[in-house]
């Protein structure tokens, strides 16, 4: 039977896993302790709140009916998102038919739910640093303690395209121009940096919107969201706002301590929304995104020559996508593409 490792358990690599369940035995490696990479949720103080991604939308139908199949728990912000500018002028923004699906314990479950609902084998704390293709055996992968781990018959690599580039550096199948070509190729693609800033108070804020996006991109906040319009999130009487700060301001910024961003943020906060009492959180949280969002994608023709050595790829930036149902779509069709293949063999 065909056996697949696959690097990465963010959305795009469980949805490799999801796609292969019951046809055949897959291996996740993960360097976190948790699965489900950018989809990130975290606790504190009887709050739950999305720290990356801040929900999935129904935006493609094959991903909406996995994320259907998995709906226990499943919440739609039904608030509205609205605009602002660099003035700080905000304007009732357009309606949009989808839903913005989050879960009651965070989208962190969603990865949760895909590895439960796929059989795979995840291995945590777990950084691939190196692999290399034995002609006669198959793909072995390297860990950072120097473990190896195979023979597998496919390869998957799912990481941020930065952190894909250097493990093709360190990757030892081919002639030295394909792996040249790919690996030039998949570094190319470009990252946005993104502060997300957790900013709690022991006081409602009422506002007709859930979230606020700027358009102009001018301002020195990019997104700004009121966790409380998530069911089960906040608790009744208090605010939690998740900031994203702008790709400028994150990457100048993003050697600072926690607490000189968060007051720099509290006071962009509290001019946007008009309101002073709102520089002063009882608790904050700083999540740093090095790798937050591609700017565009990878040309695929250049990664699917790969796929003759048994090579794959998958993620937002394959899919060419920041976006949560496309990089679990993107996975879905590696997983399927595979299935496809074994099928046929
Ligand atoms: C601040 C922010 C806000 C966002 N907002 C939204 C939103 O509202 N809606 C939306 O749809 N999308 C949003 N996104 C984008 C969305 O989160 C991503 O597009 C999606 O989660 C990417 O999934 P992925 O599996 O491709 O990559 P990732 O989630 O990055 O998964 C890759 C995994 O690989 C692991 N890894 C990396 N290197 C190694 C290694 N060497 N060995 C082992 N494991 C490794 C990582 O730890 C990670 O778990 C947001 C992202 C950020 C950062």
Known sequence: ??????????????????????AAPVTLFERRERVGGRAATREQADCVYDTGANYVKSDD??????????????????????????????????????????????IGTLGQRLLDASDATVRTNTRIVGSQKDKSDGWYV?????????????????????????????AAWGDDETRR????????????????????????????????VNTDKEHEIGWLARESCKPGHVPDGESLLVVQMAPDWS????????????????????????????????????IRWRDALPDSGADTDVLRRAAEVNLHFAGDWVAGDGRVHRALGSGLDVGERIRNKNRRG
Do not use: C, Q
Request: proline residues 5%; glycine residues 6%; charged residues 30%.
């Open 61 to 106: 139908e094959r991903v909406s009916r996995v994320v259907r199949e998995l709906s226990d728990g499943l919440v739609d912000v039904e608030e509205p998102v609205w605009t602002f500018d660099a003035d700080e002028t905000i304007s009732e923004g357009r309606d949009e038919n989808t839903e913005k699906w989050t879960y009651r314990n965070g």
């Open 181 to 212: 070509e790919l690996r030039e190729h998949v570094g190319h693609v470009p990252y946005r940096t993104i502060l997300s800033v957790v900013l709690h108070y022991p006081f409602e804020i009422d506002r007709p919107y859930y979230a606020l």
């Open 1 to 22: 039977m065909t056996r697949i490792a696959v690097v990465g358990a963010g959305v795009a690599g469980l949805g490799v896993a999801y796609a292969l369940r019951d």
């Open 142 to 170: 390297e860990d950072d303690s120097g473990n190896e781990h195979g023979p597998y018959d496919e390869l998957v690599l799912t990481p941020p395209a930065p952190l894909t580039a250097s493990l093709l550096e360190f």
């Open 251 to 286: 990457a100048e910024h993003y050697d600072w301590e926690d607490s000189e961003i968060v007051a720099a943020a509290a006071d962009h906060v509290a001019d946007l929304l008009s309101d002073h009492s709102l520089s002063a959180p009882d608790w904050f949280d700083v």
